[in-house]
């Protein structure tokens, strides 16, 4: 992930706005700000962000109505809402335009500066080209036909367990954080979503034994990580 991170914010509460961008700026972001959806889908064409994050009721255009339009050329770069509403309809309407992430009203500055650089540094996921095949220690992935391969055998994964994967794949090495992680598969990041991630990530642990330089890690308090041990 390169050093400065440029965001969009596309927000209509002016107050909001300045404390989001200077707290963001202090922290080494660089954040350009539109007002209303119309000016958001202009600035975000000419300024090309590293992560565009919406209000959702705005004047003139909307943040999904933004969003639509973006996600018909533009299905690259990574969507964080911040809204007011909570109803679980708009969120999955939210992730069905191709948002990443979604941020209730009041959060925490902290909170939105950890899923930034989440979303920032898993950007390769949303590309266009998916990449074909994973090397994992001495295991192939093939996240396209779901096929996990070893010594000549091979395991067909769940579409879940199977994205799951491939996103550890893309942030391997790094930590995966949950609660985006739980929005972008469930739309919701209840405990008992949470407690199916476990499930998930223990079947996947179950499969990849086999190679003993392979480990997904527990990281306390904010999600998983895939690492590859040297030396086996």
Known sequence: MKDTINI???????????IIHNTLSAQGFNVRIAKDGEEGLRMFYAEKPDVLVADVMMPKMDGFTMVRHIRRTDLQTPVLFLTARSAIDDVVEGFELGANDYLKKPFGIMELIVRLRALAGRRPEQAIQRVKAYGIGNFTFHPETLCLEYAGTSQELSPREARILELLCLSKGETLYTKPLLLELWGDDSFFNSRSLQVFISKLRRRLEK????????????????????GY
């Open 211 to 230: 190679d003993p330089g392979i480990r997904i890690v527990n990281v306390r308090g904010e999600g998983y990580r895939l690492v590859e041990r040297q």
């Open 8 to 18: 969009l914010l596309v927000e209509d509460e002016p107050d909001l706005s300045v």
